[in-house]
């Protein structure tokens, strides 16, 4: 299953000093550190409340914020731009702040640590272009099988592959995988798109280059040094659309091996989880969260209804 990638020292070096984001209606930067989230009042409706608030653990409503880690270099889906917190999963957060009547408040970490974290209880959920995957659920190390931490639920609010970005014009004539094979590909590390191409079978295997970033992998493609870029869906078709003004690169053939990406919560936290998908399942039916994916062009991998543990 396509999953999202992990990041090394080199993200680590710019997250530290990015700090905590609190999506609400307006975002704005809030410190690192010690310092305490500032508290939301639930939001107007006909009993003082948003329609969802009674609903999220009591620990919740007196924070008046959700804690939630992210690791925001991966656009479109979570990046930075004028010091706030964009993006795909930023908005989608601010869109179920609305239904639960509290702020979603991002912190900025290394991808590979997220779910560390998360059990560390440093943050309430994981929002970052996270694939559910059944290795995660069960706390696994997806290597060795062994387990290495609490569960996991996941509610799942998108579906995503991954795709193969090329230069411009195609000068390669790349159509699928198999036409990879003794050719140079760039990937992120620690994502399954290096083990997508590590499995595919050839006879002259990919020289597969790894790269801490997407941005990294992006920038070799440009160069020529590789010929292509193997990385998720949305990823892709917002470099496409973006780089050079959509002159740079191409996406060819269909997204591989698709899966859906999920909002991480502790097993033991069910109310939490419950409300979030309530939540979800609120902003699907009013049509504000198609709006989301509209307004990033990937309403290509929308759901019709927020599901737990869907991953595989």
């Given amino acids: 299953m396509t999953a999202r990638a992990r990041r090394g020292s080199a993200a680590m070096k710019h997250l530290a000093a990015l700090g905590a984001m609190t999506v609400a209606g307006a975002l704005a930067l809030t410190g690192c550190g010690g310092d305490s989230p500032e508290k939301a009042s639930p939001s107007a409706s006909g009993t003082g409340k948003a329609p969802l608030y009674d609903e999220l653990p009591e620990s919740v409503r007196q924070a008046g914020v959700v804690k939630v880690g992210s690791d925001m270099l991966y656009p479109p889906m979570e990046f ?3 010091g706030r917190p964009t ?5 989608l957060a601010a869109t179920l702040g609305k239904e639960l009547g509290v702020k ?9 640590t997220l779910l560390t974290g998360l059990r560390a209880k440093h943050y309430d959920v994981v929002m970052s272009a996270m694939t559910d995957t059944k290795d995660r659920q ?6 060795s099988g062994e387990k290495i931490g609490e569960d996991i639920d996941f509610v ?3 579906r995503a592959g991954a795709s193969i970005m090329v230069k411009k014009g195609n000068p390669e004539g790349i159509k699928t995988l198999a036409d990879l094979c003794g050719k140079k590909a760039a990937v992120q590390s620690g994502s399954t798109a290096y083990d997508l191409l590590q499995s595919q079978k050839c006879d002259e295997p990919i020289d597969i280059e790894i790269f801490d970033t997407h941005d990294e992998a992006q920038a070799r493609l440009k160069s020529g040094a590789v010929v292509a870029d193997v990385a998720d869906y949305p990823v892709v078709a917002y470099a496409v659309k973006t780089s050079g003004d959509g002159k740079d690169f191409e996406t060819v ?4 091996d698709a899966g859906p990406y999920g909002i991480a919560v502790l097993s033991s936290n069910t109310r939490l989880r419950d409300a979030i998908r309530a939540a979800l399942d609120a902003a699907i039916r009013d049509g504000s969260y198609g709006k989301v994916l509209d307004k990033w062009n990937v309403s290509d991998g929308a759901v019709d209804n927020a ?5 595989t």
């Fill in 104 to 112: 979603f408040q991002f912190g900025n970490n290394a991808f590979d």
């Fill in 138 to 143: 069960q706390g696994l190390d997806p290597s």
């Fill in 253 to 256: 053939g269909e997204q591989l």
């Fill in 307 to 311: 599901t737990i543990n869907s991953g």
């Fill in 80 to 82: 930075v731009r004028n």
């Fill in 156 to 158: 799942d609010y998108f």
């Fill in 87 to 91: 993006g795909v999963d930023p908005d």
